[in-house]
């Protein structure tokens, strides 16, 4: 049993990505790590190629992911058996009250409409203030800019922004991204700079792990390990 598990939710679209690495990182610094999807999208549900343990629980290279939860409340589940808890939300509306127990909240989209104001409406109706990470994804040059979504989302209005990221569309990271959803073993060494920077920060700022460990286990995730 874990007394100071670390439970961080990510809202909206294309971030089962961001949760695989972030979880294959955090597993390689020692942690145990659980990931949970609670989303209507349950995106995971194809993206994990896993051995079964029981209907709604699978084993992904030591993480455990829970699958098809989208009824299922975050306090029902044995977060404290593990250090780290990485939850997908979606824009499911049962999930208001897993907010609660968020040490931060992602909040991650690309331009599309349709992720942004299905977003935007799950991101009003919060009833608390937690601190969270703004993440824009696949910007191009145009009209629709990263300053135009945050006038969608208003995400400052109801959480407390730690840090916003955009990341421009590129050839290489989408194509990982995909890889991402079909290998057995996800490797990512060719994400943008300014992506992986991000990765270090929430390792190293939001799980509190040193920056030498942190960048080896990156380092080793990268490559498959």
Not at 25 to 33: E, N, Q, S, W
């Amino acid at each position: 049993m874990y007394e100071d598990t670390k439970i961080i939710g990510f809202a909206g679209f294309c971030k089962s990505d961001i949760i695989l690495y972030l979880s294959r990182i955090l597993y390689l610094t020692g942690d145990k790590v659980a990931v949970i999807d609670r989303s209507h999208e349950q995106e995971l549900y194809y993206h994990v190629p896993a051995e079964s343990i029981s209907d709604d629980r699978l084993e992904y290279r030591g993480i455990d992911v829970y699958l098809r939860c989208q009824n299922i409340p975050l306090k029902d589940f044995p977060v404290k058996d593990y250090q780290v808890v990485l939850v997908d939300l979606g824009v499911n509306s049962e999930t208001y009250e897993d907010v609660k127990l968020l040490k931060v909240l992602y909040i991650v989209t690309d331009c599309n409409r349709h992720h942004t104001i299905p977003l935007s409406a799950w991101l009003r109706n919060l009833a608390t203030g937690p601190d969270s990470v703004r993440i824009i994804r696949d910007t191009v040059y145009g009209k629709i800019r990263p300053r135009y979504i945050d006038s969608l989302l208003q995400a400052g209005q109801v959480t407390n922004v730690l840090a916003k990221y955009e990341f421009r569309l590129n050839d290489d990271e989408y194509s990982t991204r995909l890889l991402c959803q079909y290998d057995d073993i996800y490797r990512f060494a060719k994400i943008p700079e300014d992506y992986k920077n991000m990765l270090m920060d929430c390792i190293t700022e939001i799980f509190g792990k040193e920056v030498k460990s942190a960048r080896k286990a990156l380092r080793k995730a990268q490559m498959g390990g």
